[in-house]
């Protein structure tokens, strides 16, 4: 544009080259100048409080219980709590998290947290602004030495990606869990922390999937998990009542047969669980007892099961393994899941166990005879 706007005949059309390469000079030192603000802004915000006196002292300004005997009675916790978290996270965390829970819970987290899991495990949480939340509500909600357990016996990052989860579903998962519980809960932490989200998030109250964690072994649950989906085993929790999901309850004793049994839960539970609809699944583990159910899977296999299941009236199955015919159902089931490999054969079957089935449904009395 100035080339254009001086003709060639003026004594000044010789400065215009000059005037450019200033003007693209001045255009890079500014752009040069932003990018070095930003990074020193970037690396100052990355400084811990221990390399800003300012900033560690307009903490203890703002936030008088850092400065209270409860606090300093344990100095090198707090030292090493401000040589790791980042200038102004803590701060607003600090913001966040209610003076009077803070009061309370900083100086025993301090006493009883070690000091290498508050490093590891809690400061990554402070430096996350995006957990700061989940972490305000387990300050709140969960009892500090709970709290203090939970850090001192989670792996570096697991602890991460379950608070990811928005909402509280976690927090009441935690505060429902027992006492004794807590190491059973920690286990499927530190394992499959991913896999476990995907369970909470897909299941359908707080309450059962901490009777999960309650009644049930953790192995047993980590070989589920690694053998069936997070959400199949969501949506089996969905068709039971919380007062089914206790010592008592049939699932419950049902995956206690399971304890001690690597192969035959990841062999053939799991992908029975995967195969056959989680209704279905429900209401076999209802009605038959765990001995039964067990003892078919384990002589036809998940996929003959799943193949009878659904070329076979599920009442009727049901009928004939729980009355007199139950051991002529268990050895004849591997025969009739070969048979039901050809299609018109399985639709037959299906067919005339249906209408069997509705006939025993009309009469009961035939029903009784049978038995």
């Known amino acids: 544009l100035a080339c254009c706007a001086i003709p060639p005949s003026s004594p000044t059309h010789n400065l215009v080259p000059h005037m450019v390469a200033a003007h693209d000079l001045q255009t890079s030192c500014l752009m040069w100048l932003r990018c070095w603000l930003h990074d020193a802004q970037m690396r100052w915000a990355r400084r811990s409080y221990l390399c800003a006196p300012w900033a560690s002292a307009k903490l203890v300004l703002h936030n008088p219980y850092m400065a209270s005997p409860g606090v300093l009675a344990h100095p090198f916790q707090v030292i090493a709590l401000l040589k790791n978290c980042e200038v102004g996270k803590l701060d607003l965390f600090c913001a966040a998290c209610p003076a009077a829970v803070m009061r309370d819970a900083l100086p025993q987290l301090l006493r009883h947290v070690e000091r290498q899991q508050l490093v590891s495990v809690l400061v990554p949480l402070l430096n996350n602004v995006a957990l700061h939340a989940p972490l305000v509500s387990m300050l709140r909600r969960v009892d500090v030495l709970r709290l203090a357990d939970i850090l001192n016996g989670t792996l570096p990052g697991k602890l991460d990606i379950l608070l990811r989860r928005p909402g509280e579903t976690v927090v009441d998962i935690t505060c429902a869990v027992k006492d004794d519980r807590v190491?059973?809960?920690?286990?499927?932490?530190?394992?499959?922390?991913?896999?476990?989200?995907?369970?909470?998030?897909?299941?359908?109250?707080?309450?059962?999937?901490?009777?999960?964690?309650?009644?049930?072994?953790?192995?047993?649950?980590?070989?589920?998990?690694?053998?069936?989906?997070?959400?199949?085993?969501?949506?089996?929790?969905?068709?039971?009542?919380?007062?089914?999901?206790?010592?008592?309850?049939?699932?419950?004793?049902?995956?206690?047969?399971?304890?001690?049994?690597?192969?035959?839960?990841?062999?053939?539970?799991?992908?029975?669980?995967?195969?056959?609809?989680?209704?279905?699944?429900?209401?076999?583990?209802?009605?038959?007892?765990?001995?039964?159910?067990?003892?078919?899977?384990?002589?036809v296999g998940p996929h003959g099961v799943a193949r009878i299941l659904e070329n076979t009236n599920v009442d009727l199955i049901i009928r004939m393994w729980t009355g007199s015919l139950e051991s002529l159902v268990v050895f004849g089931a591997a025969p009739l899941s070969a048979i039901q490999k050809d299609c018109r054969a399985a639709a037959t079957i299906k067919q005339v166990t249906d209408s069997i089935q509705r006939c025993l449904s009309s009469f009961p009395q035939l029903a009784l005879c049978s038995s």
Request: glycine share 4%; aromatic share 6%.
């Open 183 to 299: 190491s059973a809960m920690l286990a499927l932490v530190n394992h499959a922390p991913d896999k476990l989200l995907d369970l909470v998030s897909n299941c359908p109250g707080p309450e059962k999937a901490a009777a999960f964690v309650n009644f049930v072994e953790p192995e047993v649950v980590i070989w589920l998990l690694d053998s069936a989906s997070p959400l199949c085993l969501a949506q089996l929790l969905g068709y039971f009542e919380v007062a089914e999901l206790q010592s008592d309850g049939a699932l419950i004793c049902f995956l206690e047969h399971l304890d001690g049994e690597r192969r035959l839960t990841k062999s053939i539970v799991g992908p029975f669980l995967l195969l056959v609809k989680p209704a279905v699944v429900a209401q076999l583990v209802q009605e038959i007892t765990a001995e039964q159910l067990l003892r078919v899977l384990s002589n």
